[in-house]
């Protein structure tokens, strides 16, 4: 297992939350930490990017979009593309978060196609996958999980490592319930496995845990094999925790 030649990432997603007054403080304080372990992002609301990339300035906190447009621009009302995410200093955006597939209906085609117009724009897309509640009870969790892979074969085929992958379980995300460290290693390997499948350069890209991820659980999730940091929601508002949680890497 070579954890060592993967880059180790925490990732903030902020969420619909923040304002210019409570983004200054949580930006100054994290554009002040020095990570000497990994990398860490924050995707921001895409108002406050301008915010963000003032904000962290010259430090190495890399900034990044919670979504992107599959297109490269054109009439898409409402759409933000790679290229505007790039001028405003975003070089990740998230793809396919469960939140998006739940309450806009993104499909993991739709998924795919963000994916490979984030990199076409130069943006390093974080695609999530991960499960229902009922697919775990189910035994569906695997089943589930390859499908939202499938359309991204032939970008993983074609990219190899330059992709972020994030395993969230839906029952894990705001719930306070964290999957195992078991059962999140478990599920990170058979995403490197598969996506191996695609591309044998693949198998050293980074796979992220998100789900209810505290100070208290991040050391012992980061240190299984298949885990290289993870992606934070709620605890990525709090400066103290998202920094504690950027320390276990
Ligand atoms: P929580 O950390 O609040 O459970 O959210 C996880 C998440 O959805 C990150 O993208």
């Known amino acids: ?49 301008t915010q963000g990339q003032r904000g962290l300035g010259a430090s190495e906190i890399v900034l990044g979009a919670q979504d992107v447009s599959a297109h490269v621009d054109g009439a898409y009302t409402g759409q933000v593309c790679a290229s505007m995410l790039r001028e405003f200093g975003a070089t990740l955006a998230l793809v396919g978060h469960s939140e998006r597939r739940q309450y806009n209906g993104e499909t993991s085609i739709e998924v795919a196609a963000k994916a490979r117009a984030a990199l076409a724009g130069g943006v390093t897309p974080v695609i999530c996958v991960g499960e229902t509640l009922s697919d775990r009870e189910t035994g569906a969790a695997e089943k589930t999980v390859a499908a939202q892979l499938a359309p991204c074969a ?17 029952w894990a995300i705001g719930t306070g319930k964290t999957a195992s ?69």
């Not at 972020?164 to 379980?169: H, K, L």
């Open 1 to 49: 297992m070579r954890k060592d030649r993967r880059h180790q990432w925490v990732i903030g997603n902020w969420k619909m939350n923040g304002s210019l007054a409570v983004n200054a403080a949580l930006f100054e304080a994290l554009a002040a930490h020095r990570s000497s372990r990994g990398r860490v992002g924050v995707c921001v609301p895409t108002p406050y990017l």
């Open 154 to 170: 032939e970008l993983i085929r074609v990219t190899g490592v330059g992709l972020i992958f994030a395993y969230e379980p839906v």
């Open 181 to 249: 460290p078991q059962q999140a290693e478990a599920m990170h390997a058979f995403i490197r496995d598969e996506i191996t499948r695609f591309s044998p350069d693949a198998r050293d890209a980074s796979i992220l845990y998100g789900g209810s991820v505290k100070p208290g659980n991040a050391r012992e999730l980061f240190s299984q094999p298949n885990i290289d940091g993870g992606l934070i929601g709620g605890a990525s508002l709090i400066a103290s925790d998202f920094l504690a949680i950027v320390d276990a890497l």
